[in-house]
Structure formats: C-alpha cells, structure tokens
C-alpha cells in the first residue's frame, strides 16, 4: 500500500504519462495541469523525487534530439526513398521463329532515391542559432575571435607620424 500522495500518483498515473506530456513540447504548468496537480505540488515533487524529473527529462531530451535531427537533415539535404510502381510492358516471342506471339503490360514496384535539398532558412537558423557571433542579421562581429582579426580595420598612421620615427625604426 503506497505511503504518500505522491505512491498513489505514480500508481494511478505513472511516469510514462509525465514522459508523454513532456515529449509534446508543453510547459511545467500545462503538465500539471493535465495531471491533475496544483503547480505548486509539481515544482515540489520535481525538486525532491528524482525519479518525477527524470521522466520530464526524459521526455524533453527525446523530443529536442528528434528536432535537432530533423533541422539538421533540412539544412544540409537528405535522401527519401520512395516507393514507385510502374507499368511495364512484356512482349513473348516464339523462340524457333522469333515472331511476337502475344503483348502484354503488367505493374512492377520498386524503389527511387531522391534527394531533398538543404533549405536555406534552415541553414540560416542553424547558423544564427548555433554561432551567433559569426552568424547574425546586424554586421557586428565578434571580438576577438579569427573572423575580426582577418576583417578588422587596420589603422595606417599618418605621414607626419611617420616621420617623427628615428630612422632605426623604420627599417
């Protein structure tokens, strides 16, 4: 018999419907609201039974990898195969004569690889997402990093500067 609400809850509920939840993408107050429990009481199981997190976890974690997967497929390509029936047309010939004795078409399946190809929002995204300093809608550049050392301003100093140099410096 269980000690506690929270015994009872996994009985009648279980984690896999918290996982499930979690798996669609809803937010901690959609959950408890669809579970039956007070936000409060949900925060509070999620910090002291380790179990009632890790099936969040669990959920959130399988649901990012499938997006991740799925935008990184779009912005780089990928192949599909399709299934495909065609209509093939077969012709019997008499073999000591070689005359055509009859014609007739019959359906073949088979297989076609085509390839998708990358999306460049998706690319855009992934980039912006991925290395916002090298990759954003402003201009700006990162500081410090290769991309700002390569393309940075080079500062010439003016002639007079130049020659107030002892001539040991300028050779």
Not at 4 to 13: D, L, M, Y
Not at 59 to 76: F, M, N, P, T
Not at 94 to 111: H, N, S
Request: proline share 5%; glycine share 6%.
């Amino acid at each position: 018999m269980p000690h506690n609400k929270f015994e009872r809850w996994c009985e009648s509920f279980g984690l896999e419907h918290l996982r499930r939840l979690a798996e669609d993408g809803l937010p901690d107050e959609e959950i408890a609201a669809r579970s039956a429990l007070e936000l409060s009481t949900f925060r509070r199981w999620k910090k002291q039974y380790p179990s009632f997190s890790a099936a969040l976890e669990l959920g959130r974690s399988g649901s990012d990898y499938a997006v991740i997967e799925a935008l990184y497929k779009k912005a780089v390509g990928y192949n599909v195969a399709l299934n495909k029936t065609y209509k093939l047309k077969r012709v019997d010939y008499d073999p000591q004569t070689g005359k055509k004795i009859r014609e007739y078409e019959e359906l073949a399946t088979g297989v076609e690889e085509n390839f998708v190809p990358p999306d460049l929002r998706a690319e855009t995204f992934w980039l912006k997402s991925r290395q916002p300093d090298r990759w954003n809608d402003r201009g700006e550049k990162g500081h410090g990093d290769l991309e700002s050392e390569l393309f940075g301003v080079v500062e010439i100093p003016e002639a007079d500067m130049i020659d107030d140099c002892p001539d040991e410096e300028r050779a």
